[in-house]
């Protein structure tokens, strides 16, 4: 799966974007952060499951980027959903699996991506920088929840 995403990133990186490839290929990387239209490239060609971490209510307030999938990490109180990693296992079934998460503005995933790549070992994470408030003000399209 890296070698089909680097031929992504290569593509991304020639347009001033700043995903390494180098490191990609390597599959020795930290978590790459992504904007919507980089997001968006790696979605149009299937390559990436995208994980929309914010709650229901977020969900519905908002809508969600269509073929996501919605799962909650943290409840109103801040408290982690003690399902969370039960549900993100089936959907991501390998460490190499790659995976997009997305919330509302990209601090909750900030932290989420982190812990998942330097805590837990998967290698093919990628934070969407601005979360979904970026994406619907690039006039990206939304699914109604």
Request: proline share 3%; charged share 25%; aromatic share 8%.
């Amino acid at each position: 799966m890296c070698r089909k995403l680097t031929r992504h990133c290569s593509a991304l990186n020639s347009k001033r974007h700043f995903i390494d490839t180098k490191t990609i290929v390597n599959n020795n990387v930290g978590v790459i952060n992504i904007n919507t239209k980089e997001l968006q490239t790696i979605i149009n060609d299937g390559e990436v499951i995208v994980i929309d971490i914010r709650r229901k209510d977020e969900w519905i307030e908002t809508g969600f980027i269509e073929g996501s999938k919605t799962l909650t990490l943290y409840n109103e109180s801040g408290s982690q959903n003690p399902d969370f990693m039960k549900s993100f296992s089936k959907l991501v079934p390998t460490k190499d699996t790659p995976f997009a998460l997305i919330c509302r503005t990209g601090s909750r995933t900030g932290v989420a991506t982190e812990a998942l790549n330097k805590r837990l070992g998967y290698t093919n994470v990628y934070n969407v920088k601005g979360g979904i408030t970026s994406w619907i003000a690039s006039g990206l399209p939304v699914a109604k929840y």
